[in-house]
Every structure is written in structure tokens, then in C-alpha cells.
């Protein structure tokens, strides 16, 4: 492992060699034509289309999560994040029947993470259409803590009852709670995060063989309630499991004066030279990247693709570079 990677990861059972092949394959996976193919091919079973749309909704998600695990800059997370939520958003335009059920434990971890970075990462945009993606059946599961959640930023979901006691007892009753209980409670929950995860497909995930996709171990949610409930967080900030960096990155986001201007992101036209080696991307719609691809330095940018509805010349935006630096122009 070399010392950079070894300084910058956020993970600690993270390693490099893992890490990178897996960060590889699922890059590939996300920019594979023959798949973009298959999704569209409606020749294919129904079934068959899904798992594979599905597939690469959580696959783009997993990705986010590594990247941070691995030590990205957060403000170039804002990219993969956007990119993920674009995954999900193709996934349920085209399979609107295959909502988030809360009563998988699964589902329920996806919930948590999608809003929480979200929130986190400054895309709060994006609320609104990450709740479209839950069942409202009762049937399916509606929880209190998500229907919670939801309603601080303004968005009504039902839930009058908590699915699932373990861990999520101790973050529900951080939200009903003041000072030292409050503060209790987010550390009783990390303490107990991990365990009660056991049902989640990646429980100990880094245990099995290597080429198993680690991606890494965090509680976004305890990020989210934090920040959402304005908790000090000096008595478990240094807790496992606890995305520090990250609450401290969503509170700035928060405390940023309204209107004020990000700097743009690098980007080039069709016919330019890539100035970076690295992952470029073409937006459909803000923070929706649709059409992805990785080009070597002095690449010459390429015309969209018709079937995005990008035909012609297009605005190739750095998403990712191989060199580490800056997203944004300086």
C-alpha cells in the first residue's frame, strides 16, 4: 500500500490494490455501451433488463461511498453523487413498480444513504425526487424516522411507527431529544450501527474474498441528524463509523450565504483537447450525467451520443482526475 493511499483513506480496512481494481470494474460497468444497449432493448426479458437497471443504480451508488472511503476530495463527490441519483432516476422512470420497500433492510440503508448525501454533499435538489422512489404502500413499510427525516426538509411521507428497533431506536430518539441525551444517543447508535446491520447484503463484506467490492463502513445518517438537528457532535465525532468530514462539509454547505456562486466546474467543448486524464461526463439535465467516458490527456473531445439526446456538439465536464486534482476551475 503505497503512503498516499494510506494517509488519505477514510476507510481503514480499506486496501489500495482492492480498492482500485474494484473502483475500475465498476467504472467500466457504468460506461459499458453494450449494457446501455441491453437497458433500451425492450427484445429482452422484462426481468432480465431490471436486475441488470438495478444492478447498475446500486453499483453507482456503491461507487460514491468508495470513493469517499478512499479519500476523494468532497467537493468532487458532488459529481458521483449527481451521477448515482441520475442512476436511480433512469432506474424507476423505466421500472416504476420496483419502489424501495422499508421493510428490507436493504431498502431501508438506501433510503439513508441517498438523502443523507444528498444533504451532505449540497444537492438537496434532489429530495424531492429520492422520495418518489419509496413505497407508500402500507404493505411495503412506513416508518417514522424516515417519514421524520423527510419532513425537516419538507417533504411529507407517512410513518407513525419505527420498522426496524435495531440500530434505529437511538437515532430516532436523538430526534426527540435535547443536550446530553441527544448527544447520548447519536453515540449509542454508533456504538450499536454495525451490529445491527447484519441483515444488510454488505454486513462484513470486507471478511469475504477480495474482489468482493468493499466499499466501506459509515453511517451517513448519523451525518444527517447532526447537521438536520444542529447536534454538537465533539463528545462522538471520532466514534467508527462517524463521517466527520463529511458533517462538517454539510454544515459549511448549510451555513453558505444564499446565492452565492460555486466556482464551475472544468469543461471543454467537442473538437477541444482533454486537458486531464481522467472520467469526463456530458449533463443531460443539472447534476444529471449521462453520457460518461475516460480520455487520456490531449484526447480530442468527441460529439454526444443521439440516443442521450445530446447529438452534436456537446460540453465534456471533468468529473474525476487521474491526477488528483481540482474539479472547479481555480
Known amino acids: 500500500m503505497s503512503e498516499l493511499f494510506e494517509q488519505r483513506r477514510r476507510e481503514p480496512l480499506l486496501q489500495e490494490v482492492y ?9 467500466k460497468n457504468l460506461a459499458d455501451p453494450e449494457i446501455d444497449a441491453m437497458l433500451t432493448d425492450l427484445s429482452i426479458d422484462n426481468a432480465r433488463r431490471k436486475r441488470t437497471s438495478w444492478r447498475r443504480a446500486y453499483k453507482s451508488l456503491e461507487l460514491l461511498i468508495q470513493r469517499y472511503s478512499g479519500g476523494a476530495p468532497l467537493a468532487d463527490l458532488e459529481a458521483y453523487a449527481a451521477r448515482a ?5 433512469r432506474h424507476y422512470a423505466a421500472f416504476s413498480d420496483a419502489k424501495l420497500k422499508l421493510w428490507e ?9 441517498l438523502l443523507s448525501l444528498a444533504v451532505l454533499l449540497g444537492l438537496k435538489e434532489w429530495v424531492p425526487t429520492i422520495a418518489t422512489w419509496i413505497s407508500t404502500d402500507p404493505e411495503d413499510g412506513q416508518d417514522v424516522l424516515v417519514s421524520r427525516l423527510f419532513g425537516r426538509l419538507g417533504v411529507s411521507l407517512p410513518g407513525e411507527s419505527l420498522i426496524h428497533d435495531k440500530p434505529y431506536a437511538d437515532l430516532l430518539r436523538a430526534t426527540e431529544t435535547h443536550g446530553e441525551a441527544q448527544q447520548q444517543a447519536m453515540a449509542n447508535y454508533l456504538k450499536r450501527w454495525y451490529g445491527g446491520m447484519k ?3 454488505w454486513f462484513d463484506l470486507h471478511k469475504e474474498r477480495t474482489d468482493a467490492g468493499f466499499f466501506g463502513y459509515w453511517s451517513f445518517e448519523a451525518g444527517l441528524v447532526t447537521l438536520l438537528w444542529g447536534i454538537d457532535d465533539g463528545s462522538y465525532r471520532e466514534m467508527r463509523f462517524y463521517p466527520k468530514d463529511l458533517a462538517d462539509f454539510g454544515r459549511e454547505q448549510a451555513m453558505a450565504p444564499q446565492g ?6 472544468i469543461s471543454r467543448r467537442t473538437g477541444e483537447r482533454c486537458p486531464y ?3 469526463w461526463g456530458v449533463l443531460e439535465s443539472p447534476g444529471a ?8 490527456k490531449g484526447d480530442v473531445f468527441p460529439e454526444g451520443i443521439g440516443r442521450d439526446r445530446q447529438e452534436g456538439p456537446v460540453t465534456w465536464i471533468v468529473m474525476g482526475r487521474e491526477d488528483g486534482g481540482p474539479t472547479r476551475e481555480a
Open 105 to 113: 433492510p436493504d431498502a431501508y440503508q438506501y433510503v439513508m444513504w
Open 19 to 27: 480498492y482500485e481494481q474494484s473502483v475500475n470494474f465498476k467504472e
Open 260 to 265: 452565492e456562486v460555486q466556482k464551475p466546474h
Open 277 to 279: 486524464a481522467g472520467r
Open 289 to 296: 450525467f449521462v453520457q460518461e467516458r475516460m480520455f487520456r
Open 85 to 89: 441519483f441520475a442512476q436511480f432516476q
Open 199 to 201: 441483515d444488510c447484503y
